[in-house]
C-alpha cells in the first residue's frame, strides 16, 4: 500500500471516525431492541444478548461505512485512495415562491401560517488531492424561511335577537315605590 499523505490520513481518520459514531449510535438502537425483545428471560441474558447485538451491528455498521466513504473518496483518475474532499460549495436559489396553509381549530379560529419556500440548488465540487481531478455535483431542494404564524378570530356567530331584554316602558309604574308607601302610616 503506498504511503498516504496528510491530507489523505486525515480524510480516513475522518471517515473511520463518522463510521464508528454511526456504529455506535446504530448499535445502541439494535442493542435496545433486543433487550426490549429479549423481555421474559433473566437479566444476565437480557444484557449479555443486547451486547452482543450491539457490538455485532457496531463492528458490521462501522466497516460498511468505511467501505462505502472509502471507496467515494478514491479517485476515479488515478485511483487514489482517501483522495478526495469537498473544495468548493455555492448554494444558489433559483425560485421563491409564497405559501400557506389554513388550520381549522377548536375553537372555531384559524391558525393561518405562511412562509417564503426557496428553491435551491446546491453545487458540490470535489478535488483530488494527488491528480487534481475536480468534479461538480448538482442537487436541488427546497428550504423554508420568514415562518409565520397568526390565528385568524373565529367568524361572529349572529346572535339570537329575542334574548335582549326589553326596555322598561316609560309611564309603568314599578312596584317598588307603592309597596313602601301603606306601610308607613303618617302620623298627623
Ligand atoms: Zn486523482
Not at 93 to 116: C, G, I, M, N
Request: net charge positive.
Amino acid at each position: 500500500m503506498t504511503k498516504l499523505s496528510p491530507e489523505q490520513e486525515a480524510l480516513k481518520a475522518g471517515i473511520e471516525k463518522s463510521a464508528g459514531i454511526w456504529g455506535a449510535i446504530l448499535g445502541l438502537i439494535a442493542g435496545g431492541i433486543a433487550y426490549w425483545a429479549l423481555g421474559g428471560q433473566s437479566s444476565a441474558v437480557r444484557i449479555g444478548g443486547a451486547v452482543a447485538i450491539l457490538v455485532v451491528v457496531l463492528i458490521g455498521i462501522r466497516s460498511w461505512r468505511i467501505k462505502a466513504n472509502s471507496s467515494a473518496a478514491t479517485c476515479a483518475k488515478c485511483s487514489a485512495t482517501f483522495s478526495i474532499t469537498r473544495t468548493d460549495h455555492v448554494e444558489k436559489v433559483l425560485s421563491s415562491e409564497p405559501k400557506e396553509t389554513r388550520e381549522a381549530q377548536p375553537d372555531y379560529s384559524t391558525k393561518v401560517t405562511t412562509w417564503t419556500e426557496d428553491l435551491v440548488e446546491t453545487t458540490n465540487t470535489y478535488t483530488c488531492a494527488k491528480c487534481g481531478d475536480t468534479e461538480a455535483k448538482v442537487s436541488q431542494h427546497t428550504s423554508k424561511k420568514d415562518e409565520k404564524e397568526a390565528i385568524e378570530p373565529a367568524p361572529v356567530k349572529e346572535k339570537p335577537a329575542a334574548k335582549s331584554k326589553p326596555a322598561a316602558e316609560p309611564g309603568v309604574a314599578t312596584s317598588t315605590k307603592s309597596k313602601s308607601g301603606p306601610k308607613g302610616s303618617p302620623k298627623k
